[in-house]
């Protein structure tokens, strides 16, 4: 199983960015994907889930309205859509997964403790 994260770089403020998030090794439709992101300084914050299946998803109170994941089963990929972009979303953000456990994203989607597979990071920064 691999994550590979990918869509990064540098935007200014009120701009837009898309992630990209491509698995192999499994089914990524069937399974719950989450967004985290790392801040110099600060700990790790559940951005957004996806649960498989076209199930519920969720999202951190500070990116909703602004942030939105999507699919591509063709491409096995997942994407974390990101408008109007803020100088505090500067991050180098995760995609991960715990296949082959979980489904549907839950009660506590933003626990990374319980991720088993991680995406290698990509950064975002957002100038002001």
């Known amino acids: 199983v691999q994550l590979q994260a990918s869509g990064g770089g540098l935007v200014q403020a009120g701009g837009s960015v898309r992630l990209s998030c491509a698995a192999s090794g499994f089914t990524l439709d069937y399974y719950a994907i989450t967004w985290f992101r790392q801040a110099p300084g600060k700990e790790r914050e559940g951005v957004s889930c996806s649960s498989g299946s076209g199930g519920r998803a969720y999202s951190a109170d500070s990116v909703k309205g602004r942030f939105t994941m999507s699919r591509d089963n063709a491409k096995n990929t997942v994407y974390l859509q990101m408008n109007s972009l803020k100088a505090e979303d500067t991050a180098v953000y995760y995609c991960?997964?715990?296949?082959?456990?979980?489904?549907?994203?839950?009660?506590?989607?933003?626990?990374?403790?319980?991720?088993?597979?991680w995406g290698q990071g990509t950064q975002v920064t957002v100038s002001s």
């Open positions: 991960a997964t715990d296949f082959p456990f979980s489904r549907l994203c839950g009660g506590r989607w933003y626990d990374g403790n319980r991720r088993r597979y």
